[in-house]
């Protein structure tokens, strides 16, 4: 295992009149599979971060597009680690995080820039609370950042079916940042583009699910993370640019690891009596988004789902002889959890703001 040090910054350490306290270490680890463009435009803003204890770590996924060769010539201080295949998201971070030592990881996507200061506000967030296992930044959309980006907004929820969301993304529904997300607030999951991990958690909890593969998997540890006690954060202090959908583009096979992956966390971490009738009713609705999606010509989209469908049964029936470590509790007990049908209120009421999801 490595410890990496930051090449031009050390340790700052603060003394006080009762104790000398150093600055938590933190891995910042971008995880790569032929994103050369986007690390040639947005590795400098990582640089430029004005942490005073960070390393910056490219963990590659086999790329083809010559980015490990790339960051070896022009950034010398960054290291980099081979993978010999593409495990994806899901596997490749446990994959690298095997590897690099510090008390907390950055899982930061290769298309995001970042501001100078945006690690400091999390990382004295979860210093000041230990129970904080995860947190994310506000996330706006690179080149509209008026916007919140799709993958977590100012914070990912989920709707009493599994249907994820956050504040200031309701679906496709993008809101404008006019600062009405400000607050720290208690999240159900932080987005795998930027999601700052306490290191001890990520290896007890051991990391994310190499089966999701790509899509939910963050979603899925922070369930888990739930269930084992700790809370999940969101820090609007800090904020990030996300391009979003430059890692996996939009098609059959994300809409097919998103409708997948959706229901293997739901079977994994719901409680028996909600599993009973959640799960029918998911794959119900499912069929209808399938269907609905076939009558308008998008065969690939209906495709897509049913092979999902497909997939989950074969995995449950494989894992039947698994059992859960965790103590799984109603979803409703636990924190950025919607007590109500985020589909009712988005397709049938009309509603697409955050705020107006918990109106009567």
Same mark, same amino acid.
């Given at each position: ?7 031009? %910054? ?12 150093? &600055?938590?270490?933190?891995? +910042? ?9 986007? /690390? ?40 980099v680690l081979q993978n010999t295949q593409n495990d994806g998201f899901a596997g490749g971070y446990n994959w690298a995080l095997k590897?690099? #030592? ?15 200061? !945006? ?9 000041? @609370?230990?129970? +904080? ?5 506000? /996330? ?44 720290? #607030? ?6 795998? &583009?930027? *999601? ?8 007890? /909890? @051991? ?8 899509? *939910?998997?963050? +979603?899925?540890?922070?369930?888990? *993370?739930?269930? &084992?006690?700790?809370? +999940? ?27 997948? @992956?959706?229901?293997?966390? /739901?079977?994994? %971490?719901?409680?028996? $009596?909600?599993?009973? !009738? ?11 988004? &399938?269907?609905?999606g076939l009558l308008q010509g998008d065969r690939d989209f209906f495709v897509a789902i049913m092979q999902a469908h497909a997939a989950?049964?074969?995995? !449950? ?13 109603? *979803?409703?007990?636990?924190?950025? $959890? ?5 589909? !009712? ?12 999801i918990f109106e009567n």
């Amino acid at each position: 295992m490595y410890n990496y040090g930051h090449a031009t %910054n050390k340790p700052v350490i603060f003394a006080t009149k009762f104790c000398i306290l150093t &600055a938590p270490s933190v891995a +910042i680890v971008i995880l790569n599979y032929n994103g050369k463009n986007y /690390l040639q435009r947005f590795l400098p803003s990582v640089l430029a971060s004005t942490y005073t204890n960070y390393s910056v770590v490219v963990a590659d996924n086999a790329s083809t597009d010559g980015s490990v060769a790339y960051v070896t010539e022009y950034f010398p201080q960054i290291v980099v680690l081979q993978n010999t295949q593409n495990d994806g998201f899901a596997g490749g971070y446990n994959w690298a995080l095997k590897q690099v #030592e510090a008390e907390y990881y950055v899982l930061l996507n290769s298309d995001v820039a970042v501001t100078a200061g !945006w690690i400091e506000p999390i990382i004295a967030l979860m210093q000041s @609370n230990k129970s +904080i296992a995860a947190c994310q930044p506000k /996330l706006l959309k690179h080149g509209d950042e008026s916007y919140f980006e799709y993958a977590g907004a100012a914070g990912g929820w989920i709707d009493i079916l599994g249907y994820p969301f956050s504040r200031g993304r309701i679906f496709d529904f993008l809101e404008k940042d006019s600062l009405q997300y400000q607050t720290n #607030e208690k999240i159900f999951w932080a987005s795998g &583009a930027a *999601m700052f991990v306490r290191s001890k958690v990520y290896h007890e /909890l @051991n990391g994310f699910d190499a089966t999701f593969f790509a899509h *939910m998997e963050e +979603i899925d540890l922070c369930w888990r *993370m739930q269930l &084992a006690g700790y809370e +999940i954060m969101a820090c609007p202090q800090s904020v990030v640019y996300h391009v979003g959908a430059g890692t996996l583009p939009r098609g059959g096979r994300k809409v097919f690891l998103n409708f997948r @992956n959706n229901l293997l966390m /739901l079977g994994k %971490n719901l409680c028996m $009596v909600e599993k009973m !009738w959640k799960i029918p009713v998911r794959f119900a609705l499912d069929a209808i988004s &399938a269907w609905k999606g076939l009558l308008q010509g998008d065969r690939d989209f209906f495709v897509a789902i049913m092979q999902a469908h497909a997939a989950v049964l074969y995995i !449950w029936l494989k894992r039947s002889n698994t059992k859960h470590k965790l103590c799984r509790k109603p *979803m409703i007990q636990l924190d950025g $959890v919607a007590g109500k049908s985020l589909v !009712w209120a988005h397709f049938i009421n009309g509603k697409k703001k955050f705020s107006e999801i918990f109106e009567n």
